[in-house]
């Protein structure tokens, strides 16, 4: 069985501190993962994916993919009050687009 | 304007109504499934299709029904609902069907289904 596995939360920050989110998974095989944002009664939208082993930057928010170690993790930096939302973690096992999701991490960010 | 539509956005129905959430991407991508969200579970896949008249099984598929008569459109279909599939459904759809495609999904509004 293919699982993701993260951490419910909440995660409390205080706004301009990094927040960091992370996510392990069972399967050596998955090629790609995802970063989605989830506000409260909203759908998921996308925020990174990383496909290859190491770091990935997009302005505030760096991707960290270790496949030996089998975990993910999403860094936030200069976290704001408008971050607060669910943060699921998923990845492509079946290369084919088949994600498997996190439960999610829930985020807060206080002023 | 890109986006994935469903409807309706909210419904309540009674057990064994069949019913059918209507989801429609104007994205011309190849790859649409759907999903259910539950408190503590997270997403679950019901059902994908990588491209028309193509249909599988995910994870959770046992008392829904889908359909891909074309790319646009891909219904899910509760032919007897049941109150455990009281939930929020999402459809999504992404461009690659392949590994390391761009394999970005794209989700719909989600559609808050409750089954009395």
């Known amino acids: 069985q293919k699982e993701v596995e993260q951490n419910s939360g909440p995660l409390s920050v205080p706004e301009g501190a990094i927040a960091s989110l992370n996510c392990t998974y069972s399967d050596r095989g998955s090629q790609s993962f995802f970063w989605y944002r989830q506000y409260s009664g909203k759908s998921p939208e996308l925020i990174m994916s990383i496909y290859s082993n190491g770091d990935k930057e997009d302005g505030r928010f760096t991707a960290q993919l270790n496949k030996a170690s089998q975990y993910v993790s999403l860094l936030i930096r200069d976290s704001q009050p408008s971050d607060s939302a669910t943060y699921l973690c998923a990845g492509d096992f079946g290369g084919y687009n088949k994600l498997i999701f996190g439960a999610g991490t829930r985020l807060a960010v206080h002023p | 304007e890109a986006q994935v539509t469903q409807n309706p956005r909210y419904l309540i129905t009674v057990t064994g109504k069949k019913l059918t959430v209507t989801c429609s991407q104007n994205m011309n991508h190849e790859y649409m499934s759907w999903y259910r969200q539950d408190p503590g579970l997270g997403l679950r896949q019901i059902y994908y299709s990588m491209n028309v008249e193509v249909t599988d099984k995910g994870d959770v598929p046992e008392g829904y029904k889908v359909s891909r008569k074309e790319k646009r459109n891909f219904p899910l279909i509760l032919e007897s609902p049941s109150p455990n599939q009281t939930s929020l459904y999402f459809c999504?759809?992404?461009f690659g069907t392949g590994p390391l495609m761009n394999t970005e999904a794209f989700f719909g509004q989600g559609t808050r289904l409750t089954v009395v």
């Open positions: 999504a759809s992404s």
